[in-house]
């Protein structure tokens, strides 16, 4: 398969950064590209995350991706999450306008099966109970709601998403900003982005992986995201209440609002990819339900 311009390009930049520091990687190859690529630098045990679509989301980016590595360095230390590289620094790195940081490649199950119900909420109930003591500086889930005012700015009307939806979208994510962006619930640290694709299963168990989103919000938003997701790989509503069981202290009617700024999230985000590479527009699942 032919790879795609910006695929290309994040593998050459990857290469040019970890050769720069003397990191041998003659067999590099691209290993996931979605919105973002990720390059293992084989044969150094290293994966390069090369931003090439959510820096867009970022106006520091830099700062952005500190946060993340200083996320990976806390929870890796407890063996938690993947980490940092140590064969060559994490960064945030730039190199012709690309931003990328440097992990510890980590062999896993790749096909991501779902969990079992109790392995998934007791990982999550571990990763916020560890979460809730890291010590620096995040950014908020009102962040999310910003980054979703800008892309809605930003789309134009197609066959696929009327200026009637997009004007329902911006009504909904005004809508549910009270209960879950602006939150009056306790917030912590939180992984913001927690699914099953950014979950491994290891010889040593279940880890996090892509700490991009962390930020401070209620528990309730990475509860949310992985009942979306198990939905969606076909768990069962009793799968779910097995779920909520094992992570403890929520109930499915706490959730509603969540699950649906969530929805809300996908569906504008994949409006926005689609409009960006329009040969992915057919394939693209962009819909608003009225």
Known sequence: ??????????????????????????????????????????????????????????????????????????????????????????????????????????????????????????????LHAALADFPGQLGQLSDVRDWLDRLLAELHPSPRLTPQDRDLLRSHLQELTPSVFESSLPAQAIHGDASISNLFRTDNGLIWNDLEDTCVGPVHWDVAGLIIEARARGGSEDYVADFLRAYGGLDIEELSDFIAAHLLYMTVWQAFVAQRRPQTRNSADVSVSH
């Not at 989301?57 to 993947?82: I, N, S």
């Not at 690309?98 to 096909?111: G, K, N, Q, R």
């Open 1 to 126: 398969m032919t790879e795609k311009p910006g695929t290309a390009r994040a593998l050459a930049a990857a290469r040019a950064v970890a050769l720069a520091n003397s990191v041998a990687c003659e067999d590099a190859v691209v290993v996931a590209a979605g919105s973002n690529v990720l390059v293992h630098l084989k044969p150094a045990p290293v994966i390069a995350r090369v931003m090439t679509g959510t820096a867009v989301l970022h106006g520091d980016v830099e700062r952005w991706l500190a946060r993340e590595v200083a996320v990976g360095t806390f929870l890796g230390e407890r063996g938690l999450a993947v980490p940092p590289s140590d064969v060559l620094a994490p960064g945030p790195h730039q190199y012709e306008g690309l931003w990328m940081t440097f992990w510890e490649f980590v062999e896993h199950d790749a096909s991501r099966p779902l969990p079992r119900a109790h392995e998934l909420g007791g990982s999550l109930r571990e």
